[in-house]
C-alpha cells in the first residue's frame, strides 16, 4: 500500500535537505511541464506550505509530486514524511 504524504496539514522536507514544511494547500492534478521543459509531465501536484523553522518563516511552493511524494520530474527528488497529520488526529 503506497502513503499518501502530500496531504493537507502533513509535515514534510524535501530529499534535498529544505523544510520541515508544513503544507497549507494543494493544487492538481496537473500536467504542466517543468521549466526547463517545454512538453506536459505526468499528472501530478503542487502545495503551498508555511516552513515550521523559525529562522526559515515564509510561505514555499513544493511543485511536481504525486500524492506518494515522489516527484514527476526527476528520481532524485521526493518527499519525506516527519509528521502524518491524519495520524495526529487519531491519537
Known amino acids: 500500500m503506497t502513503?499518501?504524504?502530500l496531504s493537507r496539514g502533513n509535515i514534510v522536507r524535501t530529499s534535498y535537505g529544505t523544510?520541515?514544511?508544513k503544507i497549507d494547500?494543494?493544487?492538481g492534478p496537473c500536467s504542466?511541464?517543468?521549466f526547463t521543459r517545454d512538453t506536459p509531465s505526468d499528472p501530478h501536484y503542487h502545495a503551498t506550505c508555511k516552513s515550521i523553522d523559525e529562522g526559515q518563516a515564509?510561505?514555499?511552493h513544493l511543485g511536481g509530486y504525486r500524492?506518494?511524494?515522489t516527484s514527476t520530474w526527476?528520481?532524485?527528488q521526493s518527499l519525506?514524511?516527519?509528521q502524518d497529520a491524519q495520524m495526529e488526529l487519531s491519537l
Open 25 to 27: 494547500t494543494i493544487s
Open 32 to 34: 504542466c511541464a517543468e
Open 19 to 21: 523544510g520541515p514544511y
Open 67 to 69: 500524492l506518494d511524494g
Open 3 to 5: 502513503s499518501i504524504i
Open 74 to 76: 526527476t528520481d532524485e
Open 58 to 60: 515564509g510561505t514555499y
Open 80 to 82: 519525506i514524511l516527519v
